[in-house]
């Protein structure tokens, strides 16, 4: 189980899809439940806010788990260099950076810009408010979509206001795009020490998280899923012998890592970013190795929330904050069901009449960038992925005309 051909031959690794599904519900519930007041304004880094005794469960338990979205953004950036590396480890890969960044950038910049757009949308219709019946990490959302936001908003690269905040992600998401030769160059080359590569890429996280240096912190995160997925084949070799007990503490280390910000009501030490990053490291090699996990991956609700995951987590926090703000007067939990609700259905049409017309028109742009280049080889050239790898979805290409594997 785990690989499946599609119509277009390629290959998926399946049990990928559904992991990135599995975390982008996590972010949804995050968001969720840091509205209610209480752990709202815990996660708004007031961690003496009082709790009751159930608040204090779902927060400082493991029960946090079921809805931190830090280390499913970091799944989601392991995700992006562990199958964007793929086309590029086949012997004789080349590529036309030219057209793998038209295609790419149109699938970023494009589901992006839409989402982006029906925040606004969302805003004037049911303009954000303040108010004690929400978290004061709720009311951190209230904001103007003035020109000057949605200009800079747009442009990814400068971050995200509170317009969309979930778009911060695509900041890096951009940056690893656009450095991707670098990060193949390093996954490819002095293969023998893949081990010592790791170790460097994981420092340099501590680093950047000790230090508070972004870019430090999240960009190496994508380098170490580009040297698992080079190395995937020789990892796989060395795990198969493995008993699956073995998989018992893997796993529950890599759940203990990713939650590491959240063991106590103390306030977490400086570096706990890098435990997340290995956390979510672990978490993506189960779901890649192990049988059991491979499994949940590929079940049918998995699959789904794989499908629509980037278009659900472009546009589920506008859809509950205004959902929130037009029914929290009645009953906060209603407003938080009816919202999940709206949530998945606007995923699913996002996903069929954005995402995918996004997908066919940077293929249509490719195929113009190379005949303006005056043609490729096309048994040698990878092609990018056939659904853009973001903090909210993930997948990989490889040979524009023969086969393809990707998580996408």
Avoid at 105 to 127: D, F, G, K, S
């Amino acid at each position: 189980m785990g690989l499946m051909p599609n119509q277009s031959g390629q290959t998926r690794v399946t049990q990928l899809d559904g992991l990135r599904g599995i975390a982008a519900l996590v972010v949804i519930a995050c968001h969720l439940l840091s509205t209610l007041p209480g752990i709202g304004d815990v996660v708004f880094d007031d961690r003496s806010a009082p709790l009751n005794t159930g608040e204090m469960w779902a927060v400082f338990s493991p029960l946090h788990l079921l809805w931190n979205g830090t280390p499913a953004v970091h799944v989601f950036f392991v995700l992006s260099g562990f199958v964007l590396i793929l086309p590029f480890t086949r012997e004789g890969a080349a590529t036309r950076w030219a057209t793998y960044y038209a295609k790419r950038l149109l699938r970023l910049y494009l589901p992006a810009w839409a989402a982006l757009a029906v925040a606004v949308a969302l805003i004037v219709i049911i303009p954000r408010t303040l108010s004690p019946l929400q978290s004061s990490w709720a009311d951190m959302y209230v904001v103007d979509p003035s020109l000057a936001r949605v200009a800079k908003d747009s442009l990814l690269l400068l971050g995200a206001s509170t317009i969309n905040t979930p778009l911060w992600t695509l900041r890096w998401e951009v940056l690893f795009s656009l450095l991707l030769p670098v990060y193949v160059f390093l996954a490819l080359r002095w293969r023998r020490f893949w081990h010592l590569k790791l170790g460097v890429v994981v420092a340099l996280a501590a680093v950047g998280a000790v230090q508070h240096i972004d870019w430090l912190i999240y960009l190496p995160i994508f380098a170490i899923g580009a040297i698992l997925g080079a190395e995937r084949d020789r990892i796989r070799e060395l795990t198969q012998s493995w008993p699956r007990v073995v998989w018992l503490p893997v796993t529950a280390a890599g759940l203990v890592l990713a939650n590491a910000e959240w063991f106590s009501p103390a306030k977490p030490v400086d570096g706990v970013e890098v435990l997340v990053t290995v956390g979510a490291t672990l978490l993506v090699l189960v779901f890649l190795l192990c049988g059991s996990a491979k499994r949940l991956g590929d079940t049918a609700v998995a699959q789904w929330l794989g499908r629509i995951s980037f278009s659900l987590y472009l546009v589920h926090l506008p859809i509950i904050l205004a959902g929130v703000t037009l029914l929290r007067s009645v009953s906060l939990p209603l407003a938080l069901a009816v919202s999940a609700v709206a949530s998945f259905a606007v995923a699913e049409l996002f996903y069929r009449f954005v995402e995918q017309p996004a997908q066919r028109l940077s293929m249509a742009a490719g195929r113009a960038v190379e005949e303006r280049l005056g043609g490729c080889d096309r048994a040698q050239t990878p092609a990018e992925p056939s659904t853009a790898p973001t903090a909210g979805t993930t997948s990989s290409g490889a040979d524009l005309c023969r086969t393809r594997q990707s998580v996408s």
